[in-house]
């Protein structure tokens, strides 16, 4: 069964960066039937995705974040990471990782991770 963990900050001061790291266990990030998101909820809101990178390591991202989103990944320690720079407060979020599985033309979630809340301090 996979499982994924997030890992990183809960507190980020404005304008800094902003580094998750999410660990995977149970399933290898370069199975060639799976991509690696990250998904973001602010406070009574809906989902944001944030990004995907796939099991070769080519890395998609939302336009509204891409500027300053950067995904990468560890094979060695099968996991990957998330980068977002110059945060805002609109940044504030609950920030998951999540397995996508690939389809004929579609991904479904395959799998969660917890979440982590991230808040920027202010």
């Known amino acids: 069964q996979v ?8 507190l980020v ?3 800094q960066t902003l580094p998750l790291t999410c660990a995977v266990s149970g399933g290898s990030i370069t199975n060639n ?7 973001r909820q602010p406070l009574g809101k809906g989902l944001e995705w944030i990004g995907y990178i796939t099991d070769r390591g080519t890395t998609y991202y939302s336009p509204s974040l891409k ?5 990468s990944r560890d094979t060695a320690n099968n996991q990957f990471s998330l980068q977002l720079s110059s945060v805002l ?6 920030y998951y990782c999540a397995r ?10 395959a799998t969660w991770g917890q979440g982590t809340q991230v808040t920027l301090s202010s």
């Open 3 to 10: 499982q994924m963990q997030e890992s990183g900050p809960g």
């Open 13 to 15: 001061e404005p304008s």
């Open 33 to 39: 039937n799976y991509y690696w998101t990250w998904i």
């Open 67 to 71: 500027s300053r989103t950067s995904i």
């Open 89 to 94: 407060p609109e940044d504030t979020a609950g």
């Open 100 to 109: 996508l599985k690939k389809l004929d033309n579609d991904c479904v979630i």
